[in-house]
């Protein structure tokens, strides 16, 4: 049994360049950001829009070790959403699952989140900062085939935004299989449904989510989404709303809800959900885009728009789930 030295203390900070420990040398690309414009970055390959701007900057994370490599049986690979962020909203299932595991992989935020029995019962922990999530995965698979339990976690749930299916893609593109690694999601509460509950009754009916980061997405592809939704009467959860590279996408999307939905639309804004700096504030749809330059949007918020039915009721937003028009109360 080995413990890896984790430096989890500086997560904005940390320089990453890393040689995996199963042979596979991992490259991070990482750059975060804060309101005072300050950003800082580590790593060694280049990009121009957070998480790298451009297809051909960020493949060259390296995949490069296959199943062939390693001998012996593989251990189980377990994608693990963590919830909002702090103990008590994780699950029970996902807790098991981590003190199951004998190496935990994730973004140096995300195991700075996990509890101290999780982090003490854990063989290895291994963390990088944002960005380098290709890395990270390949190493969470590496690691798995080298025949150790492997928990990869993230924030809220492994289906929402996050490293569950490029778990799968990676396990494929190194010639195994999910039913080898024995793959198994364990699902956590996403962020809107925390966020929601922080508002008050927000998202009761039809629900449209949407990311604002183009670093997978072109922003013309997110634009037509967004004119897709927003005329219709879904209640719209926008996650990656603001970064500093993402000001303008921030912007468009405002002016795009706005064009369809009236200025006073109800609007909960969710900053760090169950984390210390949470903030919550509901506003109407037409002050939202100045709040981009403010503490309470960036990369940690979750902004839930409302549909027309929704009002403001002593502080909580209530979207009305229509037993009304069958039910006398
Ligand atoms: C890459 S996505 C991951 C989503 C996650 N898998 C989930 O199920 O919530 C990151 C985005 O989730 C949202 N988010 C994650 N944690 C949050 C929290 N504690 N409070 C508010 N929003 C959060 C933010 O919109 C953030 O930009």
Redesign the pocket.
């Known amino acids: 049994m080995s413990t890896e030295n984790t430096d989890t203390t500086t997560e904005a900070s940390t320089s990453t360049d890393t040689e995996s420990t199963c042979g596979a040398s991992t490259d991070a690309t990482e750059e975060t950001e804060s309101k005072c414009g300050t950003s800082t970055s580590s790593s060694s390959s280049s990009s121009s829009s957070g998480c790298g701007g451009s297809k051909s900057e960020t493949t060259d994370e390296n995949v490069s070790a296959t199943a062939a490599d390693f001998e012996g049986d593989p251990g189980r690979l377990v994608a693990v ?1 963590l ?3 702090h103990a008590e909203g994780m699950t029970q299932r996902a807790r098991a699952a981590l003190l199951e595991a004998e190496h935990i992989v994730g973004y140096t935020t995300y195991i700075d989140l996990l509890p101290d029995e999780v982090t003490e019962q854990a063989d290895e922990l291994y963390d990088t900062p944002m960005c380098g999530e290709v890395s990270r995965t390949e190493e969470a698979v590496d690691r798995t085939l080298a025949g150790n339990d492997v928990a990869i976690v ?10 569950g299916g490029l778990a799968l893609e990676i396990v494929e593109s190194k010639g195994t299989t999910p039913s080898a690694v024995d793959f198994e999601v364990v699902p ?8 929601a509950a922080r508002l008050g009754a927000p998202l009761v009916n039809d629900t449209v989510t949407v ?1 604002l ?1 183009d670093h997978l997405t072109p922003m013309e592809d997110i634009e037509s989404r967004l004119h897709a939704v927003a005329p219709k009467g879904f209640t719209i959860a ?4 603001w970064s500093r590279k993402r000001r303008e996408n921030w912007e468009t999307c405002c002016d795009i809800l706005l064009e369809h939905r009236d200025p006073d639309t109800a609007v909960g804004v ?6 210390e700096d ?1 903030q919550v504030e509901i506003v109407d749809l037409g002050e939202l885009k100045e709040l981009g330059e403010t503490d309470l949007v ?6 839930l728009v409302g549909n027309e039915e929704t009002y403001v009721e002593d502080g909580r937003m209530v979207t009305p789930r229509g037993y009304e028009s069958k039910y006398d109360y």
């Not at 926008?238 to 709303?241: A, K, R």
């Not at 969710?270 to 984390?275: E, F, L, Q, T």
């Open positions: 959403g919830g909002p962020g993230g924030s809220g749930d492994p289906n929402v935004y996050a490293l956590g509460v996403p962020a809107a449904q925390s966020c990311s980061s926008i996650y990656n709303p969710v900053h760090g959900a169950g984390r949470e960036d990369m940690t918020t979750t902004v």
